[in-house]
């Protein structure tokens, strides 16, 4: 378990050097992929995964289950891939990012919608939790866009003062964890929370220097990520 929690960093750095890659203005410009594409894919997904699962004889709820389980993609897998063949800023990488970061928002409903489909909880206050869970996810999102807006390039500024590769670079990693930190207990993607750092970053004059600081962190965990992947199967199964 232990393992599997340090290779998840690897996935949360790899988020943040693609986000030093994008800027604000890109990713509003994205709305359209990621609330159009995204949710279309995920509904379209959720409803063909499901309806197999029925018509092989699921109740309703498991088959709800399996759709939304299989409408997920791994954001891991996908980024990486695009990032060793240089198409991450493609027409189809950017529509696949766009699908990915909606699926990375959506897992807060699934996580409160799936226990109660098992009688976790009641029907009827689904409402209640989905708003609480969005308010909460937005006050996390807010906070980070603001930080990174004000307090980014200043503290950079009195960091790179201090002429410290050592400092620069663990001011960098303390940021990023922060903002994954943040997400997870909204009950978002740690992913997300790097993504956004990265982005944030990305709006400053030393994003090329935090790239060169954060490339060694990215390769050894994200090589270990996949690793725990492996280690993860069971081949009885």
Request: glycine share 10%; charged share 10%; aromatic share 10%.
């Amino acid at each position: 378990a232990g393992t599997r929690t340090l290779a998840e960093f690897g996935l949360v750095f790899l988020m943040f050097t693609i986000g030093l890659e994008f800027s604000l203005p890109q990713l509003f410009a994205m709305k359209r992929t990621v609330l159009g594409l995204g949710g279309m894919q995920v509904v379209l997904s959720c409803l063909a995964f499901g309806g197999i699962a029925w018509l092989l004889g699921m109740t309703v709820a498991g088959a709800m289950v399996v759709g939304g389980v299989l409408a997920l993609s791994s954001t891991a897998v996908v980024m990486k891939l695009l990032a060793d063949q240089l198409e991450q800023h493609s027409r189809h990488g950017r529509a696949a990012f766009g699908v990915l970061l909606f699926q990375d928002l959506v897992v807060v409903p699934f996580l409160i919608f799936i226990p109660m489909l098992a009688g976790d909880g009641q029907m009827q206050s689904l409402p209640a939790a989905l708003g609480w869970a969005l308010v909460k996810s937005a006050a996390v999102l807010v906070v980070i866009f603001l930080v990174g807006r004000v307090w980014l390039r200043p503290l950079f500024h009195e960091v790179a003062m201090a002429r410290s590769r050592e400092f620069f670079g663990m001011t960098v990693l303390l940021i990023t964890l922060a903002s994954a930190w943040l997400t997870d207990a909204a009950g978002l993607s740690m992913a997300l929370g790097g993504f956004l750092a990265g982005l944030m970053i990305g709006e400053t004059e030393y994003r090329h220097q935090v790239e060169s600081d954060i490339l060694p962190f990215r390769d050894v965990l994200l090589g270990l990520f996949f690793v725990t992947i492996g280690m993860s199967l069971d081949l009885d199964v």
